[in-house]
């Protein structure tokens, strides 16, 4: 796997940048980093991200514990699990290029959904296909957030960022088990994860002092409007 010195970048900007809405709001990273990924180094996908966002979701949902929501994060557990074959099936059959554009149509749809989704009953036949899709989602590109932060996106902040922490990280658990079983994680990609991983940090450090100017409301816009327009040109790319 080739990288130039603008290519990473681009990506240690995207993870820093990620991480420290993730800390914030709950989701994120790899609904930002990813397409930027796509772009520039389609093949640290998924597993590179996977690997990153790991042990961020661990430290988010350790930092909140208290505030796990538990009946929906068990049903989610339990929609992960197909998930995670079924988003197998999708990398086994595709290549770099096809994968960039996988990952770009993924960051549109959750995108659109995040504005138009309407408020969901959190329940256990939600919480079941939100934990579903969310794994599809994240094991074929890396970015599965958008399903579970949809039925999440009216909690409270720390519930949101807690459960969700909680879910990333089985979810996150799943796929890497997934990757290794089937031969779809490469050491190229576990390298280049060690490098982004203190991009990660600092970024999950300077969330803990954001919260506040976070929440104020100017970030939902600003992340779906750089993930669509990312998702865009990783698109295009892979097209043209």
């Not at 709001?25 to 990153?52: K, Y």
């Not at 600092?202 to 990312?230: E, I, N, Q």
Request: aromatic share 8%; proline share 5%; charged share 10%.
């Amino acid at each position: 796997m080739h990288v130039t010195l603008a290519a990473f970048l681009v990506a240690a900007s995207a993870v820093s940048v990620g991480s420290v809405v993730r800390g914030s709001v709950g989701f994120g990273l790899n609904l930002l980093a990813a397409p930027f990924i796509a772009i520039v180094i389609p093949a640290a996908l998924p597993a590179t991200l996977v690997l990153v966002a790991f042990p961020l979701a661990i430290s988010t949902v350790v930092r909140e514990h208290h505030a796990v929501e538990g009946q929906a994060l068990r049903w989610m557990f339990l929609g992960a699990v197909p998930g995670t074959v079924l988003g197998l099936l999708i990398i086994g059959h595709v290549d770099d290029a096809e994968l960039a554009i996988v990952v770009g149509s993924i960051t549109l749809t959750g995108v659109v959904l995040s504005v138009v989704s309407p408020p969901l009953p959190i329940n256990r036949f939600t919480s079941l296909i939100a934990g579903f899709a969310s794994n599809v989602f994240g094991t074929a590109s890396s970015v599965g957030g958008p399903p579970v932060a949809l039925l999440f996106q009216h909690r409270h902040r720390p519930v949101t960022r807690s459960t969700l922490g909680g879910f990333f990280s089985t979810r996150a658990f799943l796929s890497i088990i997934g990757y290794l079983a089937t031969g779809k994680i490469t050491l190229d990609q576990v390298l280049f994860a060690l490098v982004l991983a203190p991009f990660m940090v600092g970024g999950l450090w300077a969330s803990r002092h954001l919260h506040a100017f976070v929440d104020s409301g100017w970030l939902s816009p600003t992340l779906l409007t750089l993930s669509a327009a990312a998702g865009s040109v990783a698109i295009l790319r892979a097209v043209v």
